[in-house]
């Protein structure tokens, strides 16, 4: 039985009924209920459980008693959570301590809450670390940038490659900052939802980063190398057919900020139906 009541707490609200996602829970005499037809639609999303306000729904795959009740006086203010959105900022400067290995576990852990496509979750990752091997991969990405140079003269050109491999000619990092974890991303080449999910995955384990004290940065270049650069993916080794969606830099930052850098105002334009004018939120 994919989710199962208690008859003794539920109160035939019908909040679970409403809210999911594909529509298969449904209103019975004694109570919702899911199809055996319809189970294999379930994407275990657990909106189910964490919707019901008595507890009194389990999910195959997670119990009530599993799923941690939201604590709503842990929530951000809205003047917090514009503190702690803005305040991120790339870091270009590392701590050449590394990071503990159950502290990167729980940033991916924080990462895994990120949005997926039909709540697939594919992205997997992998943990590069230590100096010797972050600095193997930036070799390979300026490997690239000089296979770049050759190939597609006019993009070395526009992203000012020959700057990145100067400074590595004289022993800075820009590619990998001398991070001492570079953290990627991957997941099956045929997944629809995965360049959007591990995108969105970075974009949560950068700001649970802030949350950590740690510091993080997009890591462009290895990505763009990743993805095409064939010495670089045999370095990388993933699983078969499996390819990189993105990467990060993670580890302790050098330096803290002390202001908030301006933003560009948001571009936006609006449109309504001709009929929606003066209606809610037109
Ligand atoms: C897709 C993407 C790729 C990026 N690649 C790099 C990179 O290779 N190296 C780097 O130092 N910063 C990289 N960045 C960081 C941006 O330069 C940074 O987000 C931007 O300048 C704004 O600064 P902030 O993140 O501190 O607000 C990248 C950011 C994104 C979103």
Same mark, same amino acid.
């Given at each position: 039985m994919l989710i199962r009541i208690d008859p003794e707490k539920c109160t035939r609200c019908g909040a679970c009924v409403a809210d999911c996602p594909i529509r298969i829970v449904r209103m019975t005499e004694p109570g919702p209920m899911v199809a055996e037809d319809d189970?294999?639609? +379930?994407?275990? +999303? $657990?909106h189910c459980v964490a919707v019901c306000p008595e507890a009194a729904l389990d999910h195959a795959a997670m119990t009530a008693a599993t799923c941690p009740p939201v604590?709503? $006086?842990?929530a951000f203010t809205p003047e917090q959570a514009a503190q702690f959105l803005r305040a991120r900022r790339s870091i270009r400067q590392y701590r050449e301590r590394s990071v503990e290995p159950e502290v990167l576990v729980r940033l991916l852990r924080l990462a895994s809450w990120a949005p997926s496509g039909h709540n697939s979750q594919p992205v997997e990752w992998l943990v590069l670390s230590g100096p010797s091997e972050v600095r193997r991969m930036s070799g390979l990405v300026a490997d690239w940038m000089r296979w770049l140079e050759t190939a597609h003269p006019e993009t070395f050109r526009l992203l000012h490659l020959d700057r990145v491999l100067g400074a590595a000619a004289r022993g800075e990092d820009r590619i990998l900052r001398g991070a001492p974890h570079l953290i990627v991303a991957h997941a099956p080449k045929d997944s629809r939802v995965a360049p959007a999910a591990a995108i969105t995955a970075l974009a949560y384990l950068e700001l649970a980063a802030t949350s950590l004290d740690l510091g993080t940065c997009w890591a462009g270049y290895f990505s763009a190398a990743a993805a095409v650069f064939t010495p670089l993916q045999e370095a990388l080794a993933l699983p078969d057919g499996h390819g990189t969606l993105g990467a990060a830099m993670v580890g302790y930052p050098v330096v803290r900020y002390s202001r908030i850098p301006l933003r560009r105002e948001p571009r936006i334009s609006w449109r309504h139906g001709h009929s929606d004018r003066g209606a809610p939120g037109a």
């Amino acid at each position: 039985m994919l989710i199962r009541i208690d008859p003794e707490k539920c109160t035939r609200c019908g909040a679970c009924v409403a809210d999911c996602p594909i529509r298969i829970v449904r209103m019975t005499e004694p109570g919702p209920m899911v199809a055996e037809d319809d189970a294999p639609l +379930c994407i275990a +999303c $657990g909106h189910c459980v964490a919707v019901c306000p008595e507890a009194a729904l389990d999910h195959a795959a997670m119990t009530a008693a599993t799923c941690p009740p939201v604590d709503r $006086g842990e929530a951000f203010t809205p003047e917090q959570a514009a503190q702690f959105l803005r305040a991120r900022r790339s870091i270009r400067q590392y701590r050449e301590r590394s990071v503990e290995p159950e502290v990167l576990v729980r940033l991916l852990r924080l990462a895994s809450w990120a949005p997926s496509g039909h709540n697939s979750q594919p992205v997997e990752w992998l943990v590069l670390s230590g100096p010797s091997e972050v600095r193997r991969m930036s070799g390979l990405v300026a490997d690239w940038m000089r296979w770049l140079e050759t190939a597609h003269p006019e993009t070395f050109r526009l992203l000012h490659l020959d700057r990145v491999l100067g400074a590595a000619a004289r022993g800075e990092d820009r590619i990998l900052r001398g991070a001492p974890h570079l953290i990627v991303a991957h997941a099956p080449k045929d997944s629809r939802v995965a360049p959007a999910a591990a995108i969105t995955a970075l974009a949560y384990l950068e700001l649970a980063a802030t949350s950590l004290d740690l510091g993080t940065c997009w890591a462009g270049y290895f990505s763009a190398a990743a993805a095409v650069f064939t010495p670089l993916q045999e370095a990388l080794a993933l699983p078969d057919g499996h390819g990189t969606l993105g990467a990060a830099m993670v580890g302790y930052p050098v330096v803290r900020y002390s202001r908030i850098p301006l933003r560009r105002e948001p571009r936006i334009s609006w449109r309504h139906g001709h009929s929606d004018r003066g209606a809610p939120g037109a």
